[in-house]
């Protein structure tokens, strides 16, 4: 049983445009998320999180969306840059304790120039 | 700059030897640390969570005497996996959370192939 998921293995997106990832989850538990990034051969970085209490969180290019009553979270990049090409891991822990996080399979971003 | 370091970043090993892998913190201290597996195109694994000073905490379908974790300071857990098998071969990751805070995002390691033949 996956308690999170990412149903898109990979998106493909024009330079500048919008980039949205999604994740979903089914564990009613989960009230901290973290959006994680991954280049090839190197470890995944943090990107941005967002607690249950807050159904928005933006940083820079990066947004990240929380639906709660449909256990939903989407990452908004805009304007995508290739430099963003990376894979997307979604996460989601209860009580904060990142260390515990339940990650999703991951996203592969591919942005065009 | 990296803030957790992982090595090796790569092992090719023979069935039935062991292979240790580090993971060492920098610039801060971390009472915990995580250690994580990735099959392909799969997401990350929890297999265990090193504890400075006392034993690892293995998730379960974990096998504690195949992983063995070691807690050894401050800085550095190592993971490692005893007489070794093709199965064995994957992507081992290890984190930190920022700071050393549970409630921190982590810091995750380049990780590990290990590779067993």
């Known amino acids: 049983d996956q308690q999170v998921k990412q149903n898109s293995p990979s998106l493909s997106v024009q330079e500048g445009r919008i980039s949205i990832l999604n994740c979903d989850y089914t564990?009613?538990?989960?009230?901290?998320f973290l959006w994680y990034k991954k280049y090839p051969a190197e470890g995944p970085t943090f990107l941005i999180s967002?607690?249950?209490?807050?159904d928005k969180n933006e940083d820079g290019r990066f947004t990240v969306f929380l639906n709660k009553s449909a256990k939903h979270l989407s990452l908004h990049i805009v304007p995508s840059q290739p430099g963003d090409s990376a894979v997307y891991f979604c996460?989601?822990?209860?009580?904060?304790?990142?260390?515990?996080?339940?990650f999703g399979d991951g996203t592969t971003l591919t942005v065009k120039p | 700059g990296a803030v957790v370091s992982q090595h090796p970043s790569w092992v090719i090993c023979k069935s039935g030897t062991s292979v240790k892998i580090e993971c060492r913190s920098l610039d801060f201290q971390a009472t915990t640390m995580f250690w994580y597996r990735q099959f392909p195109k799969q997401s990350l694994m929890l297999m265990a969570t090193s504890n400075e000073g006392s034993k690892a905490t293995y998730e379960q379908g974990v096998e504690k005497d195949k992983f063995l974790i070691n807690h050894a300071s401050l800085t550095l857990s190592t993971l490692t996996v005893t007489s070794a098998h093709p199965e064995d071969s994957s992507f081992y990751i290890c984190s930190a959370p920022e700071g050393g805070r549970n409630n921190s995002p982590l810091h995750f390691g380049n990780g590990t192939r290990l590779t067993v033949t």
């Open positions: 996460a989601a822990s209860a009580g904060t304790n990142a260390g515990k996080s339940t």
């Open positions: 967002i607690s249950s209490i807050k």
């Open positions: 564990n009613s538990m989960f009230d901290y």
